[in-house]
């Protein structure tokens, strides 16, 4: 009998280390781990085995920027909703308009503007003794720019991948491009129109169709062959000079 309740209590204390492992593996992953052992200095993705550990912050965010821009901003009031065609955090409101690559590009800048904004009054609010810390107006202005941010990264989150790498619609094969043309050109011919005229402008609308879809996919390849957004996108690819940690 011993022996079996032994045998259980082991089982139920590996059970236990194996769900505490996939906790804490859960919960660190995408962390990066600075281990110090013997004045040496290693970067892994698993815990220290021994030595001091830091565990650092990732950088990189699911959009591909730097985690950092995403970081949720101090005194930050509301959480930010954006649905249809407006953005809403506190007191705050983020018009959209129905170009979401014009949203996007729009909010790329404002996270940058408004986390240097954000930075600068709080600095000044922490210089302020603790007293009245608690009764400054600052407090309402550094709100209003945590919002503001706080929209930009929800519709980025949102929008930002979608614009980035838009879904491309598959080419017509020649046969399937044929045959919506032939419907196309056919609307206009007359059943008692000559047959040579209408022939001729059967063809003359199938090469005038064909020569507009040749240049829309030129005009596409061109549009999703250009960097978007290179200055803003390059800025946010760094640290967040502005986060306050």
């Known amino acids: 009998m011993a022996y079996r309740l032994s045998k259980i209590q082991h089982l139920l204390l590996l059970t236990t280390l194996l769900i505490a492992s996939m906790l804490i593996h859960n919960t660190a992953q995408g962390a990066v781990y600075k281990c110090q052992v013997g004045g040496k200095t290693v970067y892994q993705s698993s815990t220290c085995f021994k030595g001091k550990q830091t565990v650092l912050k990732p950088t990189k965010h699911d959009t591909g920027l730097h985690a950092s821009w995403f970081s949720r901003p101090p005194l930050l009031p509301d959480t930010a909703i954006c649905s249809g065609d ?28 408004d986390w240097q904004q954000h930075q600068k009054l709080y600095q000044v609010y922490l210089k302020l003794p603790v007293e009245e810390q608690k009764i400054s107006n600052q407090r309402a202005n550094i709100a209003d720019t945590a919002c503001m941010i706080a929209m930009h990264q929800t519709l980025l989150n949102q929008s930002y991948l979608e614009v980035i790498n838009p879904k491309v619609t598959a080419p017509l094969t020649e046969a399937q491009l044929n045959a919506k043309l032939a419907e196309l050109c056919s609307q206009g011919l007359d059943d008692d129109m000559p047959l040579n005229e209408a022939e001729q402008l059967f063809n ?6 064909k020569r507009d879809n040749d240049r829309l996919i030129e005009q596409q390849a061109a549009s999703n062959n250009a960097p978007k957004f290179p200055t803003q996108v390059a800025t946010l690819k760094l640290k967040n000079p502005y986060e306050i940690e």
């Open 86 to 113: 407006i953005c809403r955090c506190g007191d705050q409101t983020l018009p959209l308009s129905a170009d979401s690559q014009a949203n996007v590009e729009k909010s790329l800048s404002g996270l940058i503007n």
């Open 204 to 209: 003359q609308c199938v090469a005038d169709e």
